[in-house]
């Protein structure tokens, strides 16, 4: 189990990934500063964390970049000298590590997972659509650099979106940076649930083992191919809530999130299932992406 800390606003991040089932980003940046009050945050941890709870992890996520917290190393330094028995994660999109304060501030935590969906100019700006000032050879090197100054655990995502980073030029690029990179595993993923952009399609199963071996590099599949039912960890009692209230009105992830009291990866594999069944479908808006009931979308 893992307790999840989201350290920025909705949508505060350095990319606006075609993927990303959060929404567009609505606040493209690379400004770090403290978006919520590192005291505020700590208070809050202190007040959790002294009941010890059973938890696996304490995970820097969220549904924005937790790099761009300009408080995350004097939070993280916290956690480790106050709650030494409880390991950090944290999920990262990878692009900030060209900067040393950050690398100096993330040096503590046990698993970095970031991520790299594209090792060429045009793919990075087609997937993932960077701040202006961004560009993939900076965060390659980025996280050249961390992998040389970090001690623990380096998990690499690679996120497949079929027609563009998915062709043999494009992963022979992201093998020699893997290369250079030197994680201890990459994770292949691709589409589970919708996206910010329309067009982006799942990639196969088949097509992910071929992806695999071309990079000749510790790879393993976490692209979610079983039905969610299957899994012990889902309940149709939160399945039911989430139909209840998407019988009221639509919501975001986050709506739900806030009103079930579940974290938003949690709603997510609801969403996942009910729209596989056929029983809700999604809207984009403004806000972001709006499911409801399928007879009642327009």
């Not at 800390?5 to 500063?33: I, Q």
């Not at 701040?131 to 390659?140: E, Q, S």
């Not at 329309?198 to 196969?204: I, L, P």
Request: with cysteine; net charge negative.
């Amino acid at each position: 189990m893992s307790l999840g800390v989201d350290l920025v606003p909705h949508k505060t991040c350095s990319l606006n990934c075609v993927y990303c089932e959060c929404g567009r980003t609505t606040n493209l940046t690379l400004k770090r500063e403290q978006y919520v009050p590192t005291k505020d945050v700590i208070n809050e941890l202190q007040e959790y964390l002294g009941s010890r709870p059973k938890l696996d992890f304490v995970t820097f996520s969220g549904s924005g970049e937790p790099t761009l917290h300009a408080g995350i190393g004097e939070i993280s330094d916290f956690i480790k000298k106050n709650y030494p028995h409880y390991k950090l994660a944290l999920l990262t999109n990878g692009t900030l590590f060209y900067d040393s304060e950050v690398r100096t501030e993330v040096k503590d935590i046990d698993i970095i997972l970031p991520s790299l969906d594209a090792a060429t100019e045009l793919s990075f700006k087609k997937i993932n659509l960077p701040h202006p000032k961004l560009k993939i050879p900076t965060v390659i090197d980025g996280l050249v650099q961390l992998r040389s100054e970090f001690s623990g655990t380096m998990w690499l995502e690679v996120f497949i979106v079929p027609g563009i980073n998915d062709n043999d030029d494009e992963i022979f690029a992201l093998r020699d940076a893997i290369h250079r990179i030197k994680p201890d595993q990459v994770q292949l993923n691709t589409l589970d649930r919708p996206g910010t952009a329309e067009w982006v399609e799942a990639a196969t199963q088949d097509e992910l083992r071929r992806i695999a071996e071309m990079l000749d590099w510790e790879t393993e599949i976490i692209a979610n191919f079983k039905k969610r039912e299957e899994i012990a960890t889902y309940s149709t009692d939160i399945e039911n809530a989430v139909l209840q209230m998407l019988r009221r009105r639509p919501c975001t992830v986050q709506d739900l999130s806030v009103s079930l009291g579940k974290h938003e990866n949690e709603i997510n594999k609801y969403i996942e299932t009910l729209l596989k069944k056929g029983i809700i479908e999604t809207k984009r808006m403004t806000r972001g992406n709006f499911f409801k009931l399928k007879t009642e979308i327009d």
